[in-house]
């Protein structure tokens, strides 16, 4: 699976950015897609993600502001992000998984710096 991230940006605080990740590739066999941050001198964390079900999980410090969605082809994965905050200043990466033939993998996109300023 090839992912292809774009969307990233420089924004003030309360503004909004959109963030798509297009797949490509054997993308049938995708179970999750979601996103990652890691913003500077911290560890990557899980933003938001979906499975297959619909169902989503957001972390605490974006829910209510971020929505995740995702093309019923499971294609295409996007990230609405409003009322941003200079602590969502990150590099954002793409992430989706699956299970191919027996083994579990995963993909990483190659990521996009969204900075908010104060």
């Known amino acids: 699976v090839q992912l292809q991230a774009s969307g990233g940006g420089l924004v003030q605080a309360g503004g909004s950015l959109r963030l798509s990740c297009a797949a490509s590739?054997?993308?049938?066999?995708?179970?999750?897609m979601g996103w990652y941050r890691q913003g500077p001198g911290k560890q990557r964390e899980l933003v938001a993600g979906?499975?297959?079900?619909?169902?989503?999980t957001y972390a605490d410090s974006v829910k209510g502001r971020f929505v995740i969605s995702r093309d019923s082809a499971k294609s295409t994965v996007n990230l609405q992000m409003n009322s941003l905050k200079p602590e969502d200043t990150a590099v954002y990466y793409c992430?989706?998984?699956?299970?191919?033939?027996?083994?579990?993998?995963?993909?990483w996109g190659q990521g996009t710096q969204v900075t908010v300023s104060s």
């Open positions: 992430n989706v998984r699956g299970i191919y033939g027996l083994e579990y993998k995963e993909y």
């Open positions: 590739g054997r993308v049938a066999s995708i179970g999750f």
């Open positions: 979906v499975i297959n079900s619909g169902d989503t």
